[in-house]
């Protein structure tokens, strides 16, 4: 009864909703500006649309025939959060992370942009501590690894140990070359401090009006993939959602198609499209 109850107030509220918007379109408008009203934390802008278009002129217009349209600024989304871990000098380390929405990337340096790479499709392949295991070791070995090195390493029974690269090879982590093992990954990059090094402002901004990019990968799974990743000592103490500013700028070539591409506004560097998927 309590399910129906529910499903018949979701039918109701739905309902109002659609009456509200076909013969009240202006409340729908108050209410929107009233759920847009707040602020939202992003990164500082250190550079303009312009200064990057200047910058950038003779690459982006390849001849007097080519045009640029008005910039665009967007937000992407990022969850940073404060935490603490063992570092190699068995020392308790402190600091702060930044972890992409989109991509599901963590960033470890805001000056040049640089990621690490692979954590994106461990999220999505719902990797555990147990899976991470397996992946740390071979990507610290320089992503390969023979069976005798994983189980000396790991010191755990031989059916686990399989189990574990089972469920790896399930998820298309990990592929068996010969009797050796390596991530089924292009260039991974997993084996990092887990922290960013950052220097960057935070300021806030108005929902208003702001182009906010949505976001793939949610806070809670990030959450679970720095934890399964950086081991029991890693805790994360807080977290905050954070956006970085990005300029859309769009070239119009001769024949009237447009070729677009995303800035990052801190650095006034070209970002990935990987990092920007609407």
């Not at 665009?72 to 972890?99: A, R």
């Not at 755990?156 to 990990?174: A, M, T």
């Not at 949505?214 to 720095?226: D, E, G, T, V």
Request: proline share 2%.
């Amino acid at each position: 009864m309590r399910v129906l109850s529910t499903f018949f107030s979701v039918l109701a509220l739905g309902y109002g909703g659609w009456w509200v918007n076909t013969n009240h379109p202006e409340v729908k408008t108050r209410v929107l500006e009233f759920v847009n009203s707040g602020h939202f934390h992003t990164l500082e802008a250190r550079y303009t649309a312009k200064q990057i278009m200047d910058a950038n002129r003779k690459v982006l217009l390849k001849d007097e025939r080519h045009k640029f349209l008005e910039a665009v600024t967007k937000f992407t989304p990022y969850v940073l959060m404060q935490v603490k871990y063992s570092n190699s000098e068995q020392t308790t380390g402190e600091g702060i992370i930044l972890w992409d929405m989109v991509d599901g990337e963590m960033v470890l340096n805001t000056r040049n942009w640089e990621k690490t790479h692979g954590f994106g499709d461990c999220i999505t392949a719902n990797v555990d501590k147990s899976e991470f295991k397996v992946i740390n070791i071979l990507s610290q070995r320089g992503g390969i690894l023979d069976r005798d090195g994983l189980t000396r390493i790991l010191q755990v029974e031989s059916d686990v140990l399989e189990h574990w690269i089972d469920r790896c090879r399930r998820k298309k982590l990990v592929v068996q070359a010969g009797n050796n093992y390596r991530l089924h990954l292009q260039n991974p990059r997993l084996n990092v401090l887990p922290e960013t090094a950052i220097d960057d402002n935070l300021v806030t901004k108005s929902f208003k009006n702001a182009e906010r990019i949505n976001r793939r990968f949610s806070k809670a799974q990030i959450r679970r993939i720095a934890e399964s990743a950086f081991g029991n000592d890693f805790a994360i103490r807080n977290t905050l959602n954070v956006f970085l500013p990005i300029y859309s700028i769009t070239v119009q070539n001769p024949d009237g198609s447009l070729h677009t591409s995303y800035w990052n506004a801190l650095n006034g560097m070209q970002l990935s499209f990987s990092s920007v998927i609407d």
